[in-house]
């Protein structure tokens, strides 16, 4: 249904669309369709020089070979993770091809020809996530030996310059990648093809996504925990080279904090955007006004590749001049200026190209409307950083509440505050969100709803547009963090500091005298910043996925009722399936939570048995032999495999089988996951952000490392863990995939339900297929007293 509503919109206008590309027509001689499709072109070109360009020099950047051969070993690591997911994704391809098949192939009876194209455009979904999180994983395991080796000159800046350098070339290239694929189906996909092609697109990206970001969280909490808690159990230093856990730990920054983010990243652009295109064909009903707001869309999407350019350029411009020389930084200080002055660069553009491109919609103010709404979703991707910080930032009074509590009370008192940051931040988040859509609805109410039904929902899909319109910077400091945290493995790994005559070969080779103690001091401090901007960027995607994940459902129930006219009162709580449906959702988010954080425990408990078993402290050797540091990541990848197949399973049929029910109770179903989804993510999220630079800020700011105050801050941050990089953040592919996934579910369900008792049956076999996984997901993962050998 929703794929054959664009496709009829888009049909119905295929004159405009493909022969002449006049599709804005209305722009007049100076910018043209043809014109503005092949600037859109030159745009994502210029992306992906920017991201080639960027990535080249930093794999020629100078490093030692001692830390180049670590971050080597890391990187062959992390391909054979990225491999290993990639054949279980072709498995879930091949489901999700059977639904495409089986929808539009025998229930709309498109010819085999297009359904094949539909599922080539999933595949290319998918093919797109996965290869922005692989481009993502190797140019920031280029950048953190290159980052450790920069350290050694004592200057602070190449240390912030050289992350955030890799990140906004994964941002850039990953946004281009996008753009080009949605361009390409526009321009060389028949009209009448474009609209399911689009949701073909949109629901393999977001199926890879949620399988790189569910079993990236789960492998990479699994090895940090059995390689932090190593610090507790023998009382040696983090990062120490005779701990096999180390690289294993290094490749979970990668999986988790690298492949993950970058794949949801990709996912997110793509999903929110179709969301605004069908929510446009279904609520405009004139349809040059739908051209006009789709190209005004796609012009919008563009335009955030050129803003985090151009402030990318003014940022650096500006921290270079304050900090290239200087002997200390503040790392978060340029981090910060960089999210406001591309916030600030994007309004100002949005409003100027706006005029331009509608400024004759609307009586002429149609166009400042609906930019000042994106604008509350851009300020938001700035102003939700700042509030994200009172919590989880080294010297927030929230993260000092928890260090006071944990020298007076150990580690339950320091879980009991980190609780608190949590749930006090889930709070403001909270209202910080309600008041930048309570402004967006309010600017809707004046005279939008002319041209279109529930303004309101559109405006709120704005918003989530907005949350994106810095998207490059947002990717490049949520980067940052991975970056920071190998960089400080790679320099203990190396052993750089036991290498006979390394200052002399230094010197030499590379023309400056290394400081070792500086160094490490260094990289210290810039990985707390890089932990900080990590909690920044989970809110905003999160935000993202819920806000666009409410105008793809409004979109839904705009087909259930005929345009607003007919079958409202189901969506009541007197309908009781509806309210049953949001009981569901709930369920569902609570059981992930609890079997995404089992899958980390279980796997842990082997990854620290093993460890115990194996480490050598007798002096025997410097450092854990590859074959052991082989051995921990194979377990990790284990345990997130199984983990991530339960996990995957359980919301792949329960989708099925929930949309076979009843179509309001799916409809209350997809409410309640986003909802509940949206809070249990923020606290989680920044709970976890806050027991992460707790214990950051007494290693550091305190330097009390293998004190009773550390190893009750250590344990707080393992049970952060899995809370800020497992359940939370894979909350936002997953509430994406359910509502993109669940629109395609539904159409099926509605197509077979003239088949009578069969929808019935279907769900029944589908719910019971989903219980079993259910109980597979703490079953398959119980710990078990057995060697691990």
């Known amino acids: 249904m929703l794929g054959v509503f664009v496709k009829q ?203 790189l970001r569910i079993a990236g969280g789960i492998f990479t909490k699994i090895a940090d925990i059995g390689s932090d808690l190593m610090k507790i159990v023998f009382n040696i230093k983090e990062d120490d080279a005779r701990n096999p856990g180390v690289i294993a730990d290094c490749t979970g920054d990668n999986a988790g904090d690298s492949v993950g983010p970058t794949a949801d990243g990709f996912e997110t652009y793509g999903v929110t955007g179709v969301a605004l295109v069908t929510f446009i064909v279904l609520a405009v009903s004139d349809p040059i006004l739908q051209i006009k707001l789709l190209v005004w869309i796609f012009v919008m999407r563009l335009i955030m590749l050129v803003s985090s350019a151009l402030s990318y350029g003014i940022n650096a411009l500006f921290a270079k001049t304050k900090y290239l020389l200087a002997d200390k930084m503040n790392f978060e200080a340029p981090l910060t200026s960089l999210v406001w002055i591309t916030s600030i660069v994007s309004i100002a553009l949005t409003f100027i190209v706006s005029n331009f491109v509608i400024g004759d919609l609307g009586e002429g103010s149609l166009w400042w409307k609906l930019s000042l709404i994106i604008s509350c979703g851009t300020i938001a991707g700035a102003i939700i950083p700042e509030v994200v910080k009172i919590f989880t930032s080294v010297k927030s009074s929230f993260v000092q509440n928890v260090v006071n509590s944990s020298r007076h009370g150990g580690s339950s008192l ?174 569902i988010i609570y059981w992930f939570t609890g079997a995404s954080n089992h899958a980390v425990t279980s796997g842990a408990y082997k990854a620290v048995e093993f460890i115990k078993n194996n480490i050598k402290l007798d002096g025997s050797a410097q450092k854990a032999s590859t074959q052991d540091s082989k051995k921990v990541v194979e377990i990790c990848t284990k345990y997130a495999q199984k983990g991530m197949i339960n996990l995957f399973m359980v919301v792949f049929f329960t989708t099925l089988a929930f949309a076979f029910i009843e179509p309001y109770f799916f409809i209350g179903y997809l409410i309640s996951i986003a909802l509940f989804g949206l809070f249990q993510a923020i606290f989680m999220a920044n709970a976890g952000g806050a027991w992460d630079n707790a214990k950051k800020y007494v290693e550091v700011d305190l330097r009390e490392k293998g004190t009773e105050l550390h190893k009750a801050t250590v344990v707080g941050d393992t049970v952060g863990d899995p809370f800020k990089d497992t359940s939370s953040v894979a909350m936002n592919p997953i509430i994406k995939f359910t509502t993109l996934f669940g629109l395609l579910a539904l159409e099926l369900a509605m197509g077979l339900n003239k088949e009578g008792s069969l929808s019935i049956i279907l769900a029944a076999i589908f719910f019971v297929i989903s219980i079993v996984f259910v109980v597979k997901s703490f079953t398959d993962m119980k710990t078990k007293d057995e060697e691990v050998k």
């Open 9 to 211: 919109a888009l049909a119905s206008e295929a004159d405009l669309i493909i022969p002449d590309l006049s599709l804005v027509s209305f722009f007049g001689d100076l910018v043209n369709g043809k014109s503005l499709l092949m600037f859109g072109f030159l745009v994502c070109v210029f992306g992906l020089c920017f991201g080639i360009y960027h990535f080249l020099g930093i794999k020629n950047l100078p490093v030692h070979k001692s830390m180049q051969s670590i971050s080597e070993l890391i990187y062959e690591t992390c391909k054979i993770y990225l491999i290993t997911q990639g054949k279980f994704i072709i498995i879930l391809e091949v489901l999700l091809a059977v639904i495409i098949i089986v929808y539009f192939g025998f229930l709309e009876h498109f010819s085999s020809l297009k359904v094949a194209t539909i599922v080539l455009c999933s595949i290319v979904g998918i093919l797109g996530s996965y290869t922005v999180a692989w481009f993502g994983m190797r140019i920031n395991t280029f950048a953190n030996s290159r980052t450790a080796f920069a350290s050694l000159k004592g200057k602070p800046f190449p240390l912030y310059a050289i992350p955030l350098r890799a990140g906004m070339s994964i941002g850039m290239l990953l946004i281009s990648i996008e753009l080009l694929i949605m361009l390409i189906i526009l321009l060389f996909i028949p009209s009448d093809l474009a609209g399911p092609c689009f949701i073909g697109f949109a629901v393999g990206e977001s199926l890879g996504a949620s399988v």
């Open 414 to 587: 320091n879980v009991l505050a980190g609780l608190t940051a949590g749930n006090f931040s889930a709070y403001w988040m909270g209202i910080a969100i309600i008041i930048l859509m309570a402004i967006a609805y309010l600017i809707s109410s004046l005279s939008i709803g002319d041209i279109m039904i529930a303004p309101a929902v559109f405006a709120f899909g704005l918003v989530a547009f907005g949350f994106l319109g810095m998207g490059p910077v947002t990717i490049a400091v949520d980067s940052y963090g991975p970056v920071t945290d190998n960089a400080q493995s790679v320099y203990e790994l190396s052993l750089i500091e036991n290498i006979p005559n390394v200052d002399k070969e230094i010197e030499k080779g590379f023309g400056f005298k290394p400081t070792f103690e500086k160094s490490k001091l260094l990289l210290e401090e810039n990985d707390g910043a890089g932990n900080t901007f990590k909690a920044t960027a989970k809110p905003v995607l999160i935000g993202t996925a819920v806000v666009g994940a409410t105008t793809m459902i409004f979109s839904t129930i705009v087909m259930l009722t005929d345009k607003l006219t007919t079958g409202l009162e189901n969506l009541s709580l007197i309908h009781a399936p509806f309210l049953l449906g949001l009981i569901s959702g709930g369920a």
